[in-house]
């Protein structure tokens, strides 16, 4: 069965400070990969996704996530945090149907002023 | 355009009672899913339709959850005698295409149940 973890519950960053976010998966073929944002009230917004080639990919407001298949990771990163980013994030794997989610239990992102 | 839409946006419920809980995806999207986030946890697959086909339900907790899509559009997720095990964020999701992950799937804002 395919898992997700997300060592990290809380993080704090100072904003204009780096970013990483951890995720490990469990998939037993090739990883269709995700990683999500979610605001409070908000639905879940795709920050960005992998399937295929590039083993960087980059996404929308500034993220970027590198696939480690050797380390069944999938780490996501920014270069400078703005207070606006402060929100929780989840990593989640597609199966090959794609008709299932199977998210992590989700890391919380706090940004010091 | 408009995204997915949910409601209603917050739903208390009286332990034993049956709440009913609305999916509005997006137009002409074809496949849409169910998943139920608890509280400090991330969402969990409930069930998936294509159309008005339920091809997945398998995430359903007991027998007491319900869902369906009669028409291939509006959505309802039924939850009968309701226990409070049940309190949860359920977020609805959309998704162009018919089947494979490589399209987005696009969530409302979820509905906020909470049993007493």
């Known amino acids: 069965a395919q898992s997700v973890t997300q060592p990290d519950i809380h993080i704090t960053v100072s904003e204009g400070a780096s970013l990483e976010l951890r995720c490990n998966y469990s998939?037993?073929?090739?990883?269709?990969l995700f990683w999500y944002v979610q605001s409070p009230g908000q639905g879940l917004q795709l920050l960005l996704k992998y399937f295929s080639g590039d083993t960087l990919v980059q996404g929308i407001k500034g993220f970027e996530a590198e696939f480690k298949r050797s380390q069944s990771s999938f780490n996501l990163r920014k270069p400078s945090v703005h207070w606006s980013d402060a929100a929780e994030y989840f990593c989640?794997?597609?199966?090959?149907?794609?008709?299932?989610?199977?998210f992590g239990g989700g890391t919380r992102l706090m940004v010091k002023p | 355009g408009a995204g997915v839409s949910q409601s209603p946006r917050y739903k208390v419920a009286k332990r034993g009672q049956d709440v009913a809980l609305r999916c509005d995806p997006i137009?002409?999207?074809?496949?849409l899913f169910w998943y139920q986030q608890a509280l400090g946890q991330g969402p969990e697959f409930l069930t998936y339709?294509?159309?008005?086909?339920?091809?997945?339900k398998s995430g359903l907790p007991s027998d007491r959850f319900f869902a369906e899509r009669p028409e291939g559009s509006v959505s309802t997720l039924k939850i009968q005698r309701t226990q409070q095990e049940d309190s949860a964020v359920y977020l609805c999701?959309?998704?162009?295409?018919?089947?494979?992950?490589?399209?987005?799937?696009?969530f409302g804002p979820g509905t906020r149940l909470t049993v007493l």
């Open positions: 339709f294509q159309n008005e086909a339920q091809l997945d």
């Open positions: 989640a794997v597609a199966n090959n149907a794609g008709n299932m989610l199977t």
């Open positions: 998939y037993g073929a090739t990883p269709y």
């Open positions: 137009s002409g999207h074809v496949s």
């Open positions: 999701a959309s998704r162009l295409d018919g089947a494979g992950p490589y399209n987005e799937q696009f």
